[in-house]
């Protein structure tokens, strides 16, 4: 059974960046074809996609976020991370990590816990 | 990149059946047949219930159904149980650069 787990620090002070790391374990991050995204999910709001890379490092990001994001992925850890850069409030939020079940569709199957990230000096 | 617009609130009592609508445009929606639905109850991470307008994946009840005309992408939700009462949220992919774009979300109620 695929499992996803997303780990980083819960509070981030304004301006900095936040990082965060997603362990994928039942399955390689590097099966063929495999895609992994990042979306959060602001208290009481709704998703917002951040971006996602295929296991070969091509990525893809949000518009609206993309010159802050960075999304990369270490094959030989079975991880994928996660920095956003200059945050503020706005950036609050649960941050969760997925796999999309083909391709950078919009599909996302697995599912980690999520995590809280707080912006806050 | 403009969300999907779902409608805020939906509601229906056990037994029936609801529709929640999800419009986009022909960037997105209307484009493609890449539409996909999530249920989240609270403080819980989003369920995958249709993929690819249509499609369930393996263990998600036949009481979910998906379906798109134009720009409007649906979900119905027939047989409704207290255990639907969730947040409900559309995707697509989109053409312009980025690929997924998500809806604002749906409360449904269950009377």
């Known amino acids: 059974q695929l499992q996803l787990q997303e780990s980083g620090p819960g509070l981030v002070k304004p301006s900095e960046t936040l990082s965060l790391t997603c362990t994928v374990s039942g399955d390689s991050i590097s099966s063929s074809g495999s895609c992994w995204g990042w979306i959060r999910q602001p208290p009481g709001k709704g998703l917002e996609w951040i971006g996602s890379i295929y296991y070969s490092g091509s990525t893809y990001y949000n518009p609206s976020l993309k010159s802050r994001v960075t999304i990369s992925v270490d094959t030989s850890k079975n991880q994928f991370s996660l920095k956003l850069s200059s945050v503020t409030a706005a950036d609050t939020a649960v941050y969760y990590c997925?796999?999309?079940?083909?391709?950078?569709?919009?599909?996302?199957?697995?599912w980690g816990q999520g995590t809280l990230v707080t912006v806050s000096s | 990149q403009s969300a999907l617009t779902q409608p805020a609130s939906v509601s229906g009592s056990p037994g029936q059946s609801i529709t929640i609508s999800c419009t986009g445009t022909?960037?997105?929606?209307?484009?493609?047949?890449?539409v996909s639905w999530y249920q989240q109850h609270p403080g819980k991470a989003p369920k995958l219930m249709i993929y690819d307008v249509t499609n369930r994946p393996s263990g998600v009840s036949n009481r979910f159904s998906g379906s798109k005309s134009g720009n409007t992408a649906s979900l119905t939700i027939s047989g409704l149980q207290a255990e639907d009462e969730a947040d409900y949220y559309c995707?697509?992919?989109?053409?312009?650069?980025?690929?997924?774009?998500f809806g604002g979300g749906t409360k449904l109620t269950v009377l």
């Open positions: 997925a796999r999309h079940r083909w391709a950078v569709r919009p599909d996302f199957d697995y």
């Open positions: 995707s697509s992919h989109t053409s312009s650069s980025g690929h997924v774009v």
């Open positions: 022909s960037s997105d929606i209307g484009g493609y047949n890449y």
